[in-house]
């Protein structure tokens, strides 16, 4: 089925996976309460797509438990989230947590105040919302690759995942862009994208897109794609929009350059992730991920996931997750100065 | 589009719309005046279901806890002195006031008819601008928008009243203190002293608690009386009424400012209040007793919280952009029962907007219904002794503090913000420019950065931009003209005169100084900053450190010590009842936060209201059934409905007990 798309998996985890899923049958979780954390504010991207899981994960799991959330919000929320989850929950089992990728970005996990490493959390699955699109307003497209008064891209910090494409487009594909960074968030960038105060700008979000495209305000400039390290294929949304690291690879740029690249956007393709923590009993894990897949069986949740997330969200399987978060964390921390390096050279946060 | 009205409305008038809208108003008006628990947690609950509705049910029931989020939330404000939620706060200034005059449910009726006669407006506005929604939007951008938070901040002059250098002092600090955070700009984070916990910066709801709520309450221990001063309620519900009537044309200001405030997503839901209020300060004439009890600074901020809902409706409906975090899990809800927002809600689906416009309009009939139906057994409350107020409060107060982040650190920066704002009321601060200032203060620095970034200093030349200098101008600097043209007395606004002594003198001058040191403090640490992130420091510093020294200046000028030593000027105020009582009430706090600390909320809380009022007369019974409110409070509250995950008590920790209540 086209909602179905996932990733590239390699043979053995999918075998690992199907070997997990036949201890599954051991867990029942009748009369139990389970606590999933919420990585964000209540009413966030991250906290829907939470609750909108654990109504259909209360379904799907062995005994019909009953699931009761709790938000980690402002104040730090995702990295304290993380900690809390690395250092204090108990791996019994009974409670997961909702995130979304900036945890699994190598960059913050290395930061001192960050005491947990994603690649030690159990997946359970996760969701994206098919990668960032970049756009530009209406008739302003040729700009781009002219000299002259750049096109103005509206961020919100110079850290958010979709920045890695204009700043390597920039460096690598000549693009004539200025960033001003400062927005309060996507729905202001989008007013601001209307009035023409910016030009440019990126989300993930396809009903954010369409809207636009309806109205007749953008084109559409490149997108992220669905994959991850060089292997990078079109959303099914935007099947014609460029790829945008199909281009960099037509390009041609150096290794570290591509591992940059992926230290800073790779971890977006968990876009929001569902976990439990470190050292939770593998058959829990296997309970876990069966009821995920179980889940995203259900057609009616992924009618209300298309509706809400995205028509085209891509689903990730827990296998899938834990080989995609291990795998960036492995990024060298020379590929990470050298993204901190880009984003300094072009006036952008370094951090 | 009248057969579209009528159409939506048919479809909204029947019974499980109509018993939906019902519901959602109940929950609403019950979460909007509980302290700590928002409408936006009961949206994020209803979530789930809601989106399992057929379209119009669902707009009845998420829009009718939208639309009335603003109207209950007036109770705790005026009685208690403690902001029901962010968009109440301006309330509190003029409405304890009153509840201290015995005007609580004049205050209530007055708050309640302009908050409904703000919600019809805002439906008004929303109805007659559907041809030019767009248009409308578009026409205001970062550099307008700098110019409304500046109009905003010009409030400022108005809140400080008698005291216009610490006035400007508290707003610099105020400004100062909405810079903790992570900056958008560089990703540097301010003043986060080396954790997470200030990332994404102060809460205003922990500042609003401790610069109003505390201190009020504080005074009411050492006062040992009810809040209102008189014996009788006064004036009735019918008395506030009339005065909504009576101010008609502030009603009709200020619900404009809600529905601008509302249309344009970014500046945020808390400040369309401040905003109204400020208006309303600077323009009404014989204002000499705003912040006194004046029923027009209760009227104009409930007149635009309300219309602010209208308004955050046209963006979300024209471009699919929600006006509010509230409007963004809305549209999530409408997205999944198929109403898309964009062109199609003004031409074939315009049954839906007019559906939404009927939503607003019922519900806010119905919710003022509720309240006012409620205030005069809210009211009495103001006649309680203090030994029942003050205990309550505080648990309410600790309790709401903790739901900001649900850290210890809450706890500690509601104390400090407390502490600030004892002894601003103390030394004859004006405290409300400290939270205009921390409210519009990031808003402030974020438009002057993206005005100044996209524009240069152009933008100070867009027609827009203009028209709101001009708006200012007619708005403050023509009145305060006049007023200096005819020479009347200066306003004394809000806070009470201190006790003018030289000891006060002395001792507020060392707070002066204190401030002062804040802020060279913050200076030196930002000198490690990107110049982009430093900056705005660098001119707090530069303005707020020499208006210290000059206030530390008027302080001192005439202050003699009449033969007394310094020591025993000083120690003066230390003696007597009122520092004895004043210490007792100290000590009390220190218990009750000591006590939630070591051994967690459920323990402390209800102990802590049985001691006090049996400490100070009342009897085992009253005793105990507050203890029960307090603790059903916590519980069905914060266990049941938020699922709170409660940092262990330090000797649970200590002994390696695990938390009665502590799941995972």
């Known amino acids: 089925m086209s909602y179905r798309k996932t990733i590239s998996v390699v043979a053995s985890i999918a075998a690992a996976a199907a070997m997990q899923a036949g201890t599954a049958g051991a867990q029942n979780y009748e009369g139990k309460t389970l606590n999933m954390l919420i990585a964000s504010n209540a009413g966030g991207g991250t906290d829907r797509i939470g609750r909108l899981f654990g109504l259909y994960l209360e379904k799907h799991l062995p005994g019909k438990p009953k699931i009761v959330y709790r938000n980690f919000g402002a104040g730090g929320g995702k990295i304290r989230a993380a900690n809390h989850f690395a250092l204090k929950t108990k791996a019994d089992g009974y409670s997961l947590m909702q995130t979304d990728s900036s945890v699994a970005q190598p960059h913050i996990v290395r930061r001192k105040v960050s005491q947990f490493d994603p690649a030690k959390f159990e997946a359970i699955g996760g969701f994206n919302a098919g990668g960032s699109v970049i756009f530009i307003r209406k008739g302003q497209i040729e700009r781009l690759t002219k000299s002259g008064d750049p096109v103005i891209v509206g961020a919100t910090s110079g850290s958010r995942s979709w920045q890695a494409m204009l700043v390597w487009g920039k460096e690598y594909l000549g693009w004539n862009v200025k960033w001003i960074p400062g927005y309060k968030g996507t729905r202001e960038m989008m007013k601001a994208l209307r009035q023409g105060e910016i030009d440019v700008m990126a989300t993930a979000s396809s009903k954010r897109i369409d809207g636009l495209l309806k109205d007749g305000v953008i084109d559409i400039v490149a997108q992220e794609g669905v994959g991850y390290g060089t292997k990078y294929q079109a959303r099914g949304a935007y099947p014609k929009a460029p790829v945008f690291p199909q281009m960099l690879e037509k390009k041609g740029i150096s290794k570290l350059a591509w591992e940059g690249y992926n230290s800073w956007i790779g971890s977006s393709q968990v876009d929001k992730w569902l976990a439990l923590p470190p050292g939770t009993p593998k058959a829990h894990v296997a309970a876990y991920r069966k009821a995920f897949d179980d889940v995203v069986a259900d057609k009616a949740f992924i009618k209300l996931l298309h509706k809400t997330f995205s028509k085209d969200a891509v689903i990730i399987k827990g296998a899938e997750v834990a080989e995609i978060v291990a795998s960036i964390q492995t990024v060298s921390n020379e590929a990470i100065a050298h993204a901190a390096k880009l984003r300094k050279k072009f006036g952008l946060s370094s951090r | ?664």
């Not at chain 2, 026409?139 to 110019?147: K, P, R, V, Y």
């Not at chain 2, 600030?420 to 004859?428: A, I, S």
Request: charged share 10%; proline share 5%.
């Open chain 2, 1 to 664: 589009m009248v057969d579209a009205a009528l159409q939506g409305l048919a479809a909204i008038v029947q019974p499980w719309p109509l018993f939906l809208m019902f519901v959602g108003i109940l929950c609403s008006s019950i979460f909007a005046a509980l302290p700590g628990v928002g409408v936006l947690l009961l949206l994020t609950i209803a979530l789930p279901f809601a989106i399992t509705l057929d379209p119009i049910p669902c707009i009845a029931l998420l829009l009718g806890m939208g639309a009335v989020s603003n109207t209950a939330n007036t109770f705790p404000s005026v009685l208690i002195s403690v902001p029901g939620s962010a968009g109440s706060q301006a309330t509190i200034v003029d409405g304890y006031p009153m509840a201290q005059k015995g005007e609580a449910k004049r205050a209530f009726g007055a708050a309640f008819m302009s908050s409904m006669l703000g919600g019809l407006f805002g439906a008004v506005v929303l109805f007659l601008s559907l041809p030019v929604l767009r248009p409308i939007v578009l026409a205001f951008g970062s550099a307008e928008f700098l110019m409304l938070v500046v109009w905003g901040l010009s409030a400022v002059g108005v809140l400080t009243g008698r005291a216009p250098v610490k006035g400007l002092i508290a707003a610099v600090v105020g400004v100062l203190i909405a810079t903790v955070g992570v900056d958008d700009k560089t990703a540097i984070e301010r003043f986060d002293f080396g954790g997470t916990y200030l990332w994404d910066g102060v809460s205003i709801v922990l500042v609003g608690l401790g610069l109003f709520a505390v201190p009020e309450m504080i005074g009411l221990a050492v006062k040992r009386s009810a809040v209102a001063d008189s014996e009788a309620l006064g004036t009735g519900v019918l008395e506030g009424i009339k005065d909504t009537f009576r101010n008609w044309w502030l009603v009709i200001r200020c619900s404009v400012i809600g529905v601008w405030v509302g249309v344009l997503p970014g500046l945020g839901s808390t400040v369309a209040d401040w905003f109204a209020y400020a208006h309303a300060a600077q323009t009404e004439k014989n204002n000499e007793n705003f912040g006194k009890g004046d029923v027009r600074g209760v009227i104009a901020p409930e007149s635009s919280n309300n219309a602010k809902e209208g308004g955050a409706l046209i963006p979300t409906i024209a471009f699919g952009i929600p006006g509010s975090t509230s409007l963004a899990i809305m549209l999530a809800a409408f997205l999944a029962v198929g109403i898309s927002p964009g062109g199609d809600m003004l031409t074939t689906n315009l049954y839906y907007t007019m559906a939404m416009i009927w939503v607003l309009v019922i519900a806010n009939v119905i919710a003022t219904s509720l309240s006012l139906g409620a205030s005069g057994a809210f009211a009495r409350v103001s006649l309680l002794p203090f030994y029942l107020i003050v205990p309550l409060t505080l648990v309410l107060c600790v309790a709401s503090s903790f739901a900001a982040h649900y850290t210890w650190y809450d706890i500690v920066t509601f104390l400090v913000f407390s502490a600030v704002g004892y002894f601003m009321k103390l030394f004859g601060w004006p405290r409300p420019p400290l939270l205009v200032a921390v409210v519009l203060g990031s808003q402030l620095e974020r438009y002057l950065w993206l005005s100044q970034a996209r524009y240069g200093w152009e933008f100070l030349t867009h027609p827009g931009v203009l028209l709101i200098i001009g708006m200012i101008v007619v708005t403050l600097v023509i009145p305060m003209w006049r007023k200096h043209r005819s020479k009347s007395a200066q306003r004394e606004l809000g806070e009470e005169a201190p006790d003018d002594t030289p000891a006060m003198r002395i001792w507020g001058s060392l707070f002066t100084l204190f401030l002062a040191g804040v802020l060279i403090t913050a200076l030196a640490i930002a000198l490690d900053w990107p110049l982009r992130s430093a900056m705005i420091v660098y001119w707090l510093a530069g303005i707020g450190v020499p208006l210290c020294l000059w206030q530390v200046w008027l302080d001192l000028r005439q202050t003699n010590l009449a033969g007394n030593g310094l020591g025993a000027t000083l120690a003066a105020p230390l003696t007597g009842e009122g520092a004895r009582r004043t210490r007792a009430i100290f000590w009390w706090m220190t218990a009750l936060v000591a006590g939630v600390l070591l051994v967690g909320f459920h323990i402390t809380l209800p102990t802590f209201v049985i001691a006090y009022v049996r400490a100070y007369g009342g009897s085992w019974k009253a005793a105990c059934v507050l203890a029960l409110f307090a603790l059903t409070f916590l519980v069905g509250a914060f266990d049941l409905l938020i699922s709170v995950l409660w940092p262990v008590p330090l000797l649970f920790d200590l002994f390696g007990f695990e938390y009665f209540v502590q799941m995972n």
